[in-house]
């Protein structure tokens, strides 16, 4: 189901830094997960980072130390702050938010374009 708005996508210099925000309707409840995967041309899409609603967070190792995820529970946003851009961090970002409960809902954004070069 596509229902998250990403925004904050845009074309960087290697060394710069972006922030991309996802915003789920607020009738979407009980959300575990929320995050950001990524896809390059010609890749399959790639979990960037994650965070639970209690504040665990796990990255891609290709990440570590350049992005930080935060979530804002009250009003069902992640955030995902990227530095120190890499020409290999271009791709179409996608947002992610996900209910364990049954049925288990999965939810996506349309995706937000990031592309890193000199």
């Known amino acids: 189901q596509v229902r998250l708005v990403e925004s904050g996508g845009d074309s960087v210099q290697p060394g710069g830094s972006l922030r991309l925000s996802c915003a789920a309707p607020?009738?979407?409840?009980?959300?575990?997960?929320m995050g950001w995967y990524r896809q390059a041309p010609g890749k399959q899409r790639e979990l960037v980072a994650t965070?639970?609603?209690?504040?665990?967070?796990d990255f891609a190792d290709s990440v570590k130390g350049r992005f930080t995820i935060s979530r804002n529970n009250d009003k069902n946003m992640v955030f995902l702050q990227m530095n120190d851009l890499k020409p290999e961090d271009t791709g179409v970002y996608f947002c992610?938010?996900?209910?364990?409960?049954?049925?288990?809902?999965?939810?996506w954004g349309e995706g937000t374009r990031v592309t890193v070069s000199s």
């Open positions: 992610n938010a996900e209910i364990l409960t049954v049925p288990r809902t999965i939810y």
């Open positions: 965070v639970t609603r209690g504040g665990t967070r």
């Open positions: 607020e009738d979407i409840v009980d959300i575990y997960i």
